[in-house]
T-cell receptor
């Protein structure tokens, strides 16, 4: 069964500083990987996804993530954080379901705080 | 943003009562999902649907049932609500040709 580990529960960074959120996954085949962001009281918004090909993927809001198969990692990065980036971030791995569709297994999330 | 609405957005109910949550989409996507979100657990799949009248269980399906009589609507029913079902419930959709899921705004359910 697949699993996702986000080792950092809380991270605090200063506005303008760089950011890296860690994600490690466990999956037997080629993974489908995702990062979502959730603001308080809101649903989840897709930041970026990796299915195949280039291991460095670009997403919305200036985020990027790098897939490293040898490390089973899919870390999220941003070169300069803005105060509006404060939110909770979830990494997820997808697996095909019987009948089609895709089950997402989520990590427990990393809460990002941005200091002004 | 994907056209997904959930109703109600907030609900307080008593233990033992039935509760139905509704997810409605305007995207004509084939696949629909129900997740629950709890602190320390991330989101976990309850049930999913791969077409009208076609549904299957996820990893935390005990105590829940679902129905999908139209492409656009996916209902989640708690037959007899328990306090352990206090949670935030999210509906998600995806289309046949891709794997990413788009999420609704969520329903906060409190069982007293």
């Amino acid at each position: 069964a697949q699993s996702v580990t986000q080792p950092d529960i809380h991270i605090t960074v200063s506005e303008g500083a760089s950011l890296e959120l860690r994600c490690n996954y466990s999956y037997g085949a080629t993974p489908y990987l995702f990062w979502y962001v959730q603001s308080p009281g809101q649903g989840l918004q897709l930041l970026l996804k990796y299915f195949s090909g280039d291991t460095l993927v670009q997403g919305i809001k200036g985020f990027e993530a790098e897939f490293k198969r040898s490390q089973s990692s899919f870390n999220l990065r941003k070169p300069s954080v803005h105060w509006s980036d404060a939110a909770e971030y979830f990494c997820a791995v997808g697996a095909l379901l019987t009948g089609g569709g895709n089950k997402l297994t989520f990590g427990t999330g990393t809460q990002l705080k941005v200091e002004l | 943003d994907a056209g997904i609405t959930q109703s109600p957005r907030h609900k307080v109910t008593e233990t033992g009562t039935p509760v139905t949550l509704r997810c409605h989409q305007t995207e004509n996507h084939r696949y629909m999902y129900w997740y629950r979100q709890d602190p320390g657990h991330g989101l976990r799949l309850i049930h999913y649907s791969y077409g009208v009248k076609d549904t299957d269980k996820g990893e935390v399906s005990d105590g829940y049932s679902v129905s999908r009589s139209k492409t656009e609507d996916f209902l989640l029913t708690l037959e007899s609500a328990t306090s352990s079902q206090t949670s935030v419930y999210f509906c998600a959709i995806s289309e046949s040709t891709s794997y990413e899921q788009y999420f609704g705004p969520g329903t906060r359910l409190t069982v007293t």
